[in-house]
């Protein structure tokens, strides 16, 4: 079945980095786009980033309150997804998980913690 393992979270002062992973499988992962999303403490989950799939040349697109700051990215060869985050605030605290784009059905994994604070 679909499954996806989000690793790569933490904890991280303000301005720093962190680079997400997630393993999906159960899939043909090239043919899919692939998206990031988020759920805060206390809110509805959120989308983040997107990106198509193999073959129509990497597009991706961002949510308005990260756009600048994260990077999205995808090795069609290891089934994973990526997204890189730079100059993290506290508002990007939440936990991230990966999801195939236009698959609301699919079963969503455990996510990866991301809190960002002094």
């Known amino acids: 079945q679909v499954q996806f393992v989000e690793s790569g979270g933490g904890l991280v002062h303000p301005g720093g980095s962190l680079r997400l992973s997630c393993s999906a499988s159960?899939?043909?992962?090239?043919?899919?786009?692939m998206s990031w999303y988020r759920r805060a403490p206390g809110k509805e989950r959120e989308w983040v980033a997107f990106?198509?799939?193999?073959?129509?040349?990497?597009?991706?697109t961002y949510a308005d309150s990260v756009k600048g700051r994260f990077a999205i990215s995808r090795d069609n060869a290891e089934n994973t997804v990526y997204l890189q985050m730079n100059s993290l605030k506290p508002e990007d605290t939440a936990v991230y998980y990966c999801h195939r784009a236009n698959f609301p059905n699919d079963a969503w994994g455990q996510g990866t913690q991301v809190t960002v604070s002094s």
């Open positions: 990106i198509t799939r193999a073959g129509l040349g990497g597009g991706t």
């Open positions: 159960g899939f043909s992962f090239s043919n899919d786009h």
